[in-house]
């Protein structure tokens, strides 16, 4: 047999094991792992190299309204900066317009996915309560998207009643339900009466959003769904005190997923004293530094379960138009561009193990969210490679891939940055050059078994 693509003697990273082999690609999948003497069009020497799956980014928000805005990145532009921080697979979310029903909403963000590079599932927002919209859920999970986000915050929260019945909806119909996990009510009060007392400069972004907030929904979304016997992914972690009832709801064999975003585990609330400490609000906002070292121990552990961008990247001009205002500040940062290196680094830093990125970033979020074929380099998976020469270090400078002109990391050096990017047998970075214009993106349908 002839191989398309043969990647000789490499350091394959699996969630659960690093071995030693040559890996044979033909057509979109992996063919074989082992001793590799046919021959190949494309021979990649893996000495000194490492190889990771794909990376699979479980929560991006390419070009979503924000405030009196949108997010920079469309599915083109930031599908290209991600395929520089070797991400295969994006789960975006649908944005719900008045008017909008679940499906409406899901159909049209699948249109608006099909230029992205990279392959792409969807989790379905559910921002509107309309009459329908239980059955609704139904109607779209058969279409492939079984992730369901729901809020406890915004003015598009949903209640502890609803929050139930989507719960129990959700197991009936083998879907999982995602949950934005800060008390709104409080928080809406703590900004009004911050806005009040001329409090309004970004620090007060965090002030106004205490860790009680999280650690308040993350419990009772728990405690809803062991009544539902459902299973509960939360999105964007950020709290000891929040992450500790995630620890305790597994003790107790509930079905919870946790999800840190790198933001989270590289900044304190320290950054929002800065000059352009605006640059960093997003909500739920940076926190301790008893938080961040909480965080990267319960990464160590195995009680966090993945790890994404929350991707939502902003230019400077949309940041400094309310600055001092943080309030009207859109949320969000452009992180996706160094998603694997940022956690590359500070696996390297901090003496963890190598597997470590392939469970959160590729393996686990395959295996909550159904992606077949992906998260894992096997035989007969699809071939989503990513190659890194771990002696190259970068420091993080403008310009940028992402459409944003700013970056959280500028200034610090990032190791892991991706020197082959493989989508399905087809390159998107070659030489740490972007290669995959002709690349195209596919719809993954997820086949979720939790319950
Ligand atoms: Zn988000």
Redesign the pocket.
Known sequence: MKFDIVIKNALIVNHNRTERADIGVKGEKIEKIGTITEEANIEIPGEGKIVFPGIIDP???MGIPMMDTFSVDNFKTGSYAAAHAGVTTIID?TVQNPGDTLLSSFERRRHEARISHVDYAIHVNITSFYNGFLDDMEKVAEKGARSF?VFFAYSFKISDELFLRVQEKAKDINALILL?AENGAIIDYLIKRNIERGHTTPFYHGISRPVFTEEDAVQRAILITEYTNSSLYI??MTSKRGLKRVKEAKKRKIRVFAETCPQYLYFTDDVYKRPDGHYFIASPPLRKEEDVEYLWEKIKDGTMDTI?T???PFTKEQKDRYRGMFYKTPN?LSVIEFSMPSIFTKVLERKLPITTIARLMSYNPAKIFGLEGKGEIKEGADADIVIVDPSFKKVVSPPYKSASDISPFEGLTMRGIPEYVILRGKFLIKEYLFVGHEVKGRYLEQKINLN
Do not use: N, R
Request: cysteine-free; proline content about 0%.
């Open positions: 929560h991006t928000h979310f986000k934005h999105v964007h994404g929350d991707h939502a969000g």
